[in-house]
Nanobody, 125 residues
């Protein structure tokens, strides 16, 4: 079955960096777009970024554009989220999710058909 396992979260000071990883298994990873979403304490899910199946297209929420970079290694079945210039408002549980299509969404719309368990990111001094 599909498994998505996130890692790389932790506590970081404002202005710092983290790289999240999401290891995928149970499906043909290179055929599907992947997504990062997050949920801050007491808030709903917020779309962060999408990447198409062949890494040709990447998309970002305005709140992270210019600070976060999504990438994937189809040989390793892994999607990454490089987070730089972190702010306290980036504090959230970060989830990776699989799209049921090879195309990502430029505005975070559309469906996801599998989710990981999430990894906590805390930005605080």
């Amino acid at each position: 079955q599909v498994q998505l396992v996130e890692s790389g979260g932790g506590l970081v000071q404002p202005g710092g960096s983290l790289r999240l990883s999401c290891a995928a298994s149970g499906f043909t990873f290179s055929s599907y777009a992947m997504t990062w979403v997050r949920q801050a304490p007491g808030k709903g899910l917020e779309w962060v970024s999408d990447i198409s199946s062949a890494s040709g297209s990447t998309y970002y929420a305005d709140s992270v554009k210019g600070r976060f970079t999504i990438s994937r290694d189809n040989a390793k079945n892994t999607v990454y989220l490089q987070m730089d210039s972190l702010k306290p408002e980036d504090t959230a549980v970060y989830f990776c999710a699989k799209r049921p299509t090879k195309y990502g969404s430029s505005k975070g719309q559309g469906q996801y058909d599998s989710w990981g368990q999430g990894t906590q990111v805390t930005v605080s001094s």
